[in-house]
């Protein structure tokens, strides 16, 4: 690689060296040096930069993945710790419930005793301590020598065991609470740094230990107790070598070289694997001030590649939290870093050789094949240089390849050709048009017509003899003139514009013309515009039409007289046809005729308007397609009959003389408009006219049987509950004696159904009479609406403990046109409903409306709002429909006829009713009637 650096600079000033323009000026002029500079470029200018880039993003590509690899042996370092940590908890749950354990403890036995069995259970364990203690933590028994009665020390562990939960955590003790554990504690775990004097303060006397502590079993002769074990971490070389090998198998490193793992008590190194050449170095020194914030304060992991023991390592550090969530240690694990470097190297120099072999192969082959294509083109040139001077058989040759370059030269011999034939074809075109041209001056000359090429201005440019003939001119005079000299409806302005309008596809005129001796004659001039060498002309061509239009006058005589007859009986038709045409245009039914194809041929406007159809949709149609239009505007239960089902029963029918063989077939439209239609059919003997289909809009006379057996039905309902209850009363006094208390109590009952019957039917024969009668037994008279509804309120008597309706001001009278009776009867049924509908109490007011705007005329109006039970949107939406009550639950009297009433009234008036309600909140119903 060194040596392409010392040829890349070298390059780099040889460039420097020379001028830009004198590089401009040999890459502008020499395309042999344009291709020796690009076949160059990849080896002095891209393999640098390549190699360049290649070792700084393989670079740090490579370091990312290094650090990728030290976060998931961190990870499993971690995880060996979390391991062991579950397996301490796990022994100390199992060890807890052992039966001889448990015996000595009841039994009381001594602690000489109980030192075996725990010593052994701590070994067979693999735990540095185990303790027998009370709940309050006073010793018992120990694996370690602990006198018994010490206290041992507080820790998340022993606290959770205490409560009876079985736990374990890393805890850090003191040097004096170690040895409430061991005697043997405090010096183990000791770490003096080395080089440092023992009594010089600097080593760690405090103990990282992974602790678990369980509550033995309660029964009622054994004492509270519980029991804590744990491993020291503090210079455990057999678990912190175990943990490398796992993370680190042998082998798994480049180089022969060795992984490190370690563990710290804050930033202290308290235990680190070996190294074959170095061994247990380190001990008791500090990470830098970095890591500590990093993992220790901040709670991140770090990685990083730094030096380490004369080293360079890839390093990752994670924290240890004890059961309280306290960061209190680390753990580290690191491996050599210039193992990698060398391999990564070795490949970057392995990969630069083979590009550069690459590359200048590259080069070889590219200034090669340049040589070839300057070669090719040398020639190409010179035989153009050739052709130039003259030399029109010059030739490039056979190419040196077949390849585009050998493709060029022959297409370049056979442009050559090409041309060479069209140059000879040229000169035999330019002797035919010059043929042409001498044919069409004859053709021009001996025209039969008059044939005149005029300017844009209407001068004469040209024109062939039979036109200076025509007019009487000599045609050196004529050339000198203008159409307005002859022509006797122009003028200079006009023939200007009438020429300019002339397009493309020409235009034809008849005029009068004036000869030079003052006769004149009808000429057609037919006028086109050409275009010649950039300038505009028009052609005229004149031709004498006098003896046509003398024909024509003739022969126009003759049709007057024959349109005279024509006109006649054309007019006896027509007034027989306008008579057919306003019948089926004014009858409000359709018809539909077919031919004697069974195609239709004619549907009236009522029809279509009926069906909502286009004409061009129908004609032409058969009886079957036509079927299939209608049907898909039907609904699914009522379909368009047959056609050909409804002429087999109207033959049928007129053959037996059955009387119902006009009987009419129903069907139902939904678009353009819901509409039930009756559909008969007509045969014809007619040429013409095979069959007519008649349909008649029958969907107010279904409405009004749909509605009278809805309103027989619910009337009968209504009046059913009342009589179903005055006929059981009755039938009860009659068939049972009863108490006079009793019997005044069904009596009243009766009363009061007969009453509501009463009441439903003057309601009934109220809404009926209003119906019949459409207003003409109203009288109308002019009045003021306050006078109205000051006199319906005071003759409104409210239920017993409610307050009269609050009064609007009077204010300016409000003068309206109305049947005062019609509309007292109005108020009093929505004051009505207001307080029945209203009964938790409430304020019920009546208030003066009015409403103008230029968009709806203007209204005036009263509205009364109530605080009741109020009504949905759905309910709001049938109030005025007949026997419809919003309260289900039946506990209010009423007959569901009031608002029909109201809304007929109002209705009858020319007003409109507004009603405006909210569930618990209550309904405002407000009647508007045009002004007076």
């Excluded at 205490?162 to 000791?190: C, I, K, M, N, W």
């Excluded at 493709?407 to 069209?422: C, G, I, P, S, Y």
Aim: aromatic share 6%; glycine share 8%; net charge neutral.
């Amino acid at each position: 690689m060194l040596i392409f650096e010392v040829a890349f600079i070298r390059f780099a000033a040889i460039a420097h060296a020379l001028s830009w323009r004198h590089w401009r000026g040999r890459w502008n002029q020499s395309l042999r040096f344009r291709w020796l500079a690009l076949g160059l470029m990849p080896l002095l200018v891209a393999f640098p930069i390549i190699i360049l880039v290649l070792g700084t993003l393989g670079g740090n590509r490579a370091d990312a993945v290094l650090m990728s690899s030290a976060r998931g042996q961190l990870a499993g370092s971690q995880n060996y710790l979390g391991q062991l940590k579950t397996d301490t908890g796990v022994r100390m749950a199992q060890i807890v419930k052992t039966e001889r354990l448990g015996h000595l403890l009841t039994s009381g036995a001594g602690s000489q005793e109980l030192h075996h069995v725990l010593e052994t259970s701590a070994q067979a364990s693999g735990l540095d301590f185990l303790i027998v203690a009370n709940a309050d933590g006073t010793v018992v028994a120990s694996s370690t020598g602990v006198v018994p009665g010490t206290r041992l020390p507080d820790s998340y562990a022993i606290t959770q065991a205490v409560v009876g939960v079985t736990s374990t955590a890393y805890e850090l003790f003191t040097a004096d609470q170690l040895a409430t554990l061991s005697p043997r504690f405090p010096q183990q775990a000791r770490i003096v740094p080395a080089g440092a004097p023992e009594g010089s303060g600097a080593a760690e006397t405090r103990g990282l230990t992974i602790t678990a502590a369980a509550h033995f079993p309660l029964t009622v002769n054994r004492q509270d107790a519980i029991l804590v074990g744990g491993i020291l971490l503090n210079n455990n070389a057999p678990l912190i070598e175990h943990m490398r090998q796992i993370i680190f198998p042998l082998g798994s490193l480049p180089g022969n070289s060795e992984g490190r793992a370690t563990l710290f008590i804050g930033d202290v190194r308290i235990a680190t694997s070996r190294l074959r050449e170095l061994g247990a170095q380190g001990m008791g020194t500090r990470v830098l001030a970095d890591v500590t914030d990093t993992v220790l304060n901040k709670g991140q992991t770090m990685l990083d590649i730094r030096p380490h023991l004369e080293r360079t390592y890839v390093t990752a550090y994670g924290a240890l939290a004890n059961g309280a969530g306290q960061r209190i240690g680390m753990i580290g694990v690191g491996f050599p870093y210039d193992p990698y470097r060398k391999t990564m190297d070795t490949i970057l120099a392995v990969v630069a050789a083979m590009l550069a072999l690459a590359m200048l192969a590259l080069s070889v082959l590219f200034l090669h094949a340049g040589r070839e294509l300057t070669q090719s083109l040398t020639a190409i040139r010179t035989t153009m240089s050739a052709v130039l001077q003259g030399h029109r058989g010059a030739r490039v040759g056979n190419p040196l390849r077949d390849d585009e370059l050998g493709v060029l030269a022959r297409h370049f011999d056979q442009l050559l050709e090409t041309l060479e034939a069209q140059d000879a074809q040229q000169r035999a075109s330019q002797q035919a048009v010059s043929d042409e041209a001498l044919r069409r001056r004859a053709l021009f000359e001996h025209e039969r017509d008059g044939v005149m090429i005029l300017s844009p201005d209407g001068s004469v440019f040209e024109a062939n003899p039979q036109c200076a003939a025509l007019l009487g001119y000599p045609m050196e005079e004529l050339q000198r003139l203008c159409v307005s000299d002859w022509d006797i409806q122009s003028s200079r302005g006009t023939t200007a514009r009438r020429l300019e309008s002339v397009g493309a596809g020409g235009r034809i005129l008849e005029t009068v013309l004036r000869r030079k001796d003052g006769s004149v004659f009808a000429c057609e001039v037919a006028l086109s515009r050409a275009e010649w060498s950039g300038k505009t002309f028009i052609l005229a061509l004149l031709r004498d039409i006098s003896d046509r239009k003398r024909v024509e006058a003739e022969l126009d005589s003759h049709r007057q007289d024959l349109e005279a007859l024509v006109e006649q009986r054309t007019r006896e038709l027509n007034e027989r046809s306008e008579q057919l045409d306003t019948i089926f245009t004014l009858s409000p039914d359709g018809f539909v005729s077919f031919d004697h194809e069974r195609k239709i041929t004619f549907a009236n406007p009522s029809f279509l308007r009926l069906t909502g159809l286009q004409a061009s949709e129908i004609i032409g149609l058969d009886e079957g397609a036509f079927a299939n239009r209608l049907n898909r505007q039907c609904g699914e239960r009522s379909r368009f009959p047959d056609i050909a089902a409804l002429r087999q029963a109207r033959q049928q029918a007129t053959s037996s003389g059955a009387a119902d063989h006009s009987r009419r077939h129903l069907f139902e439209l939904v678009t353009p408009a819901i509409r039930v239609l009756a559909v008969r059919i007509r045969l014809s003997e007619a040429a013409t006219v095979s069959q007519i289909l008649y349909f008649r809009d029958v969907t107010h006379e279904t409405e009004v049987d749909r509605m009278k057996s809805e309103f027989l039905s619910t009337a009968a309902h209504e009046l059913r509950t009342p009589m179903a209850s005055i006929y059981g009363y009755t039938e009860l006094l009659r068939m049972r004696e009863f108490s006079a208390e009793k019997r005044d109590e069904l009596l009243a009952t009766v009363s009061r159904q007969a009453e509501r019957m009463s009441a439903i039917i003057n309601e009934l024969l109220d809404l009926a009479r209003i119906e019949a009668r459409r207003g003409k037994d109203f009288h109308i008279e002019r009045t003021s609406l306050q006078d109205i509804v000051a006199d319906t309120i005071a003759d409104y008597k409210p239920p017993e403990g409610r307050q009269s309706p609050v009064m609007p001001s009077s204010g300016q009278a409000i003068p309206v046109k109305v049947d005062r009776s019609k509309m007292h009867q109005v108020l009093l049924n929505i004051l009505s409903n207001a307080y029945k509908y209203s009964p938790q109490g409430g304020d019920v007011v009546v208030r003066y409306c009015t409403e103008s705007s230029a968009e709806t005329p203007s209204r005036v109006g009263v509205e009364v709002q109530d605080q009741g039970i109020g009504m949905t949107a759905e309910q709001v939406l049938r109030v005025c429909e007949r026997f419809y009550r919003a309260d289900s639950s039946g506990q209010i009297s009423g007959t569901g006829l009031g608002m029909s009433i109201v809304k007929e009234i109002v209705d009858l008036h020319g007003g409109d009713v507004e009603v405006q309600s909210q569930p618990g909140v209550g309904t405002r119903v407000r009647v508007w009637l045009p002004p007076a």
